[in-house]
């Protein structure tokens, strides 16, 4: 079993910073993609970033591509989500998920998220 804790949310200002991790339970971390999902009140869940099983290959919604980076040490069985330039929207809880399929983009592991909140 795949166990998935998010952590680094908080408070920041607009155009600031912020780092969130994701650690990940189990001995086969490196084998398997991770992404990052977010979710505003009153919106659907929207994919945000995603990341190869190590590291080759990453993925960025259009509304954060230039802005974060995502990437992970599989020594250290972690995700990381580098939030740069934040916007009011980008307010959200967000979410870790592993695809445990490999080439597969479904995603089969959910943590239980952290709330990120931008102010103006």
């Known amino acids: 079993q795949v166990q998935l804790v998010e952590s680094g949310g908080g408070l920041v200002q607009a155009g600031g910073s912020l780092r969130l991790s994701c650690a990940a339970s189990?001995?086969?971390?490196?084998?398997?993609?991770m992404g990052w999902f977010r979710q505003a009140p009153g919106k659907e869940r929207e994919f945000v970033a995603d990341?190869?099983?190590?590291?080759?290959?990453?993925k960025y919604s259009d509304s954060v591509k230039g802005r974060f980076i995502v990437s992970r040490d599989n020594a250290k069985n972690t995700v990381y989500l580098q939030m740069n330039s934040l916007k009011p929207e980008d307010t959200a809880v967000y979410y870790c998920?592993?695809?445990?399929?490999?080439?597969?983009?479904?995603?089969?592991?959910w943590g239980q998220g952290t709330q990120v909140t931008v102010s103006s």
């Open positions: 990341i190869s099983a190590i590291g080759i290959t990453k």
């Open positions: 189990g001995r086969t971390f490196s084998t398997y993609g």
């Open positions: 998920a592993a695809r445990l399929g490999g080439t597969s983009y479904n995603y089969d592991v």
